[in-house]
């Protein structure tokens, strides 16, 4: 009897474990005339229209060891997620336990578990998600490009594109969740953010992130948080101290249940409207060294895109922080941020639409007045072109901000010991023709402009070659934005070469000082020129702008506008060209002007 009751405790046990088994199915499909195999759960009492989510293992490994190892903890599997929350998720397995990172093989593979489980499961094409680790989370990346309008989210897990993260002009707000742990070896750290940085920056997501401390509990995780940006997206980093190159299945911080805590807000066919910040761009800033309390900003034009997938847009607002700037209720939404104080501006677009749902999207443009010095050389990010900086070598112009480069104009760090600087920007002349290579700060499409009112500067920078043994001399030019004319000109030639690699040690570097007097209030752009050879190169770093003294203005008022428009003189623009005759009655807009050889503003 003992024996008999045992085995029946052992085959009802045995059932139980295969009822529970039933279903986790792999299956195949046939793409592109290759069978191409892949394991799938779905939870009992599933339902219709439910989501999906796909997640791509690493390089050298499948999908039963995805799902069974890094899925999978004492007391949370993604099973147990899929059962709570009821969705399907899949893993794929990739040819020869890898993936196509540049092409369409895998991305077809995608496409066609897609169509499976929507006849298989009736899931929701609305709500698909993909992610991956490692080699799986380089895939989501590539997918990010390839099939935005097919996956709602993306989740990728310790990787990203070796080659730098790139976003289609084209390609939709994605709302992205990247887990990561800082002490990973294979695909290091310290290339997530540059990765991210093209999406921030292509979703129109605020620069400066949320950030949120031990992370649900968990003292080793961080979050960071950007967004909303343009259709209330956002790009999310779950930083995890000194993991490695591994899921993290903390029962605090369950990768399985962070990707669809996050992905499960977002769907193709949302309801809620639409709405994108066309200008001013993300970032944008306006640097005006002037006197004390005579910085003048221009008037910001704001205008957006808004529209409702299944409506009509009533009203898309139009915010400077909390302060209400002006409400429009038909095309072309746009307003004007007047009277620009000194400081960061966060820019915000509310949508509405006929149900009363609504969407946002911000950005963040900058006011400074520096008295004294701005340093310009935030060369922080290694394979970066720096915000306010445009690089061209004769044959590519390279926009800040902007990442992702492994060779060419960028930001280069360097490791040796001694070394003169930590990082720099790198920029190159291939055809060798006069002023065909340089690095500027403030061009127009850079999103920085550079007010001078006159005075005495001083320039302050460090300066070698990258790869000239003979080394070669480089202008350093102040030019006035309109026109590109030179105003000062210093010609230096480094003594220092680092020899072509960035693990090269190099002794200390002089710091040079340019000082330049400015006569005519202008915008300006600091420009750097290598020698008209072929390959000359320079690096570039430690910059900073001073204002050593200021030429008196005459600014003895700020008039009413009544008072400005009846001078009896005539009015002056800062270049001396007459604007405003005696009789003319029409009012001036915002800006300075000259009376009566006096300057004056009018705000």
């Not at 639409?274 to 002037?290: D, E, F, H, M, W």
């Not at 966060?346 to 639409?353: H, I």
């Not at 390279?398 to 070394?419: D, I």
């Not at 050879?533 to 008196?552: H, M, N, V």
């Amino acid at each position: 009897m003992k024996y008999t009751t045992i085995m029946k405790h052992s085959f009802c046990l045995l059932l139980l474990l295969l009822a529970g088994l039933m279903s986790v199915k792999a299956d195949n499909i046939v793409v592109d005339g290759t069978t191409r195999s892949y394991n799938v759960y779905a939870p009992s009492n599933l339902g219709e229209n439910r989501p999906l989510l796909i997640f791509c293992h690493g390089y050298n490994q499948d999908a039963n060891w995805m799902q069974n190892s890094e899925f999978k903890n004492e007391t949370v599997s993604m099973e147990a997620v899929c059962d709570t929350a009821k969705f399907v998720v899949v893993f794929p397995n990739g040819i020869n336990k890898a993936w196509d990172t540049s092409g369409d093989r895998d991305i077809n593979f995608v496409k066609a578990i897609i169509d499976k489980m929507v006849t298989q499961h009736k899931i929701d094409r609305n709500r698909v998600y993909l992610g991956g680790f490692s080699m799986g989370g380089m895939f989501t990346y590539h997918a990010m490009n390839r099939i935005p309008d097919l996956i709602a989210a993306f989740a990728p897990v310790s990787g990203y594109p070796m080659g730098g993260a790139s976003a289609g002009a084209n390609v939709r707000p994605l709302p992205i969740l990247h887990i990561h742990g800082t002490g990973d070896a294979t695909c290091g750290f310290s290339g997530v953010q540059p990765a991210l940085n093209v999406w921030i920056n292509h979703n129109g997501c605020p620069t400066t992130a949320r950030v949120k401390t031990s992370y649900n509990g968990f003292g080793g995780a961080k979050l960071h948080i950007w967004g909303p940006g343009n259709d209330g997206v956002e790009v999310r980093l779950l930083e995890l101290a000194d993991k490695g190159h591994w899921i993290c299945k903390e029962p605090q911080v369950y990768t399985g249940k962070e990707i669809w805590n996050f992905c499960k807000n977002y769907t193709l066919n949302k309801t809620t409207p639409n709405v994108s910040i066309t200008a001013p761009k993300a970032g944008l800033k306006y640097i005006c060294y002037a006197p004390s309390g005579e910085a003048f900003f221009p008037d910001i034009t704001i205008t957006a895109n808004a529209d409702d997938p299944n409506g009509t847009v009533e009203k898309v607002e139009f915010y400077d922080d909390k302060t209400l700037l002006a409400t429009c209720t038909a095309k072309p939404y746009k307003a004007m941020l007047t009277d620009v104080k000194k400081g960061k501006h966060t820019l915000k677009v509310v949508a509405t639409d006929n149900d009363g749902e609504t969407s946002s999207a911000t950005v963040e443009v900058t006011m400074q007045a520096p008295l004294a010095a701005v340093t310009f050389s935030s060369f922080s990010e290694a394979g970066a072109i720096p915000a306010g900086w445009t690089t061209y070598d004769s044959s590519e112009r390279r926009t800040g901000y902007s990442s992702g480069y492994n060779q060419g104009c960028r930001v280069l760090e360097f490791t040796g010991t001694p070394r003169g600087l930590g990082t720099g920007l790198y920029f190159r002349n291939i055809n060798g023709r006069a002023k065909q290579g340089w690095a500027k700060f403030g061009l127009a499409d850079a999103g920085t402009t550079l007010t001078l009112t006159p005075g005495q500067y001083l320039l302050r920078y460090k300066i070698c070659n990258w790869n000239m043994p003979d080394f070669g001399a480089v202008d350093v030019c102040i030019e006035k934005r309109s026109g590109g004319s030179c105003v000062a000109k210093q010609t230096y030639t480094p003594d220092v070469n680092i020899g072509n690699s960035a693990s090269n040690s190099f002794g200390n570097l002089t710091q040079q000082a340019f000082e330049f007097e400015i006569t005519e209030e202008a915008i300006y752009t600091i420009a750097f020129y290598s020698a008209a050879s072929e390959w000359s190169d320079c690096i570039i770093g430690q910059l900073s702008l001073i204002a050593k003294s200021y030429t008196p203005t005459g600014i003895s008022a700020t008039p009413t506008e009544q008072a400005a428009h009846t001078s009896a003189a005539g009015t002056y623009d800062l270049s001396g060209r007459i604007i405003k005759h005696p009789s003319d009655n029409r009012q001036l807009p915002k800006g300075i002007y000259i009376q009566n050889g006096r300057k004056y503003i009018i705000k």
